[in-house]
């Protein structure tokens, strides 16, 4: 009992719900496509939840491709890609904390409603692009720091 | 003695353990980035622009009808896709060492095309000039037909001899 009750006070728990995967959808060989990530049902989005008013970091790992029986498709994410929203009600077209770098480290308050993470990016198949179904993993880390 | 020390031990463990403290705890979740890429576009040339036999001082046209001799690409793509059509033409044909030319024109209306909504090469969906960009759609079969015809005006003191040049047709999606 005692051994539980500290256990939860030292690792206050959070979660990640993934609600969207960044989704390009059908692409043409030297066709470059965007998704922006005010785009709802296209962009990545993340909903962390956890304590209320607690700081977390925020950070990505990102592709450089997604592959496709061993070829591959360029992605570009620029240092606007991000957007997030601790308020009651998240606005994907009107984000409270936009145009951030998914490159860098982002820190931010985790809301009453947890705090949701959106994001876009740029796809830039080749002319010759093989045909077929490419997919890439896209890692999201959330700490608390503490504060 | 020994039932202090474990005491004191007891109690530092329990002391730790239930501080509230701000502890780092971290969380991590994957995601998929996907895309589907569709039919790529391919272009083939199925025929040569042929002018055959000129003769010194006389000029020769082939006609973008010319079954056999008008130049002729078949390009495949996805359907109904919008594409640009890119011509690269040459201003003259050459001997094979080089050293020789013959003129060569191609007017605004020497260009044509079927995008499945023709009749193939005498009854073409329309036309085009090569002498710029275009833009078309393939057809709802994803192919489109293109033919080109010229004129070349050889010298009168035109060397004899087989001459030739690169017709170039470069095509590519517009995304729309």
Redesign the interface.
Known sequence: MLLGTGFADHCRGQNIIINNDLTFRDMLGGVPKVVSKHTAGSAAEFLVTGTAGAEVTVDFTLPQYMYSSGYTLQLIFTDTDCAMDSSATPDQSNPGYNDRNPWETQTYRIGSNGLTIWLGALALPRTNQQPGDYTAPIVLTVTYTGS | MHRKILYCIVLAL?VG?????????????????????????TIIGTNNLRFGTVLPGVDKSVDKASIGFAGEWSIT??AT?EITLDFTLPDSLWLADSTTGMRVGFSSTDVSYDDETGGGQLLPAGTLDPNGPGVGNLGVGGTMLIWIGGTVFPRLTQTGGDYSADVILTV????S
């Open positions: 329990s353990l239930i501080m509230p403290t701000d502890g780092v705890a971290q969380e991590s979740a994957t995601i998929q980035a996907t895309a589907t890429v569709i039919s790529a576009i793509g996805n896709a590519a999606y517009t995304g």
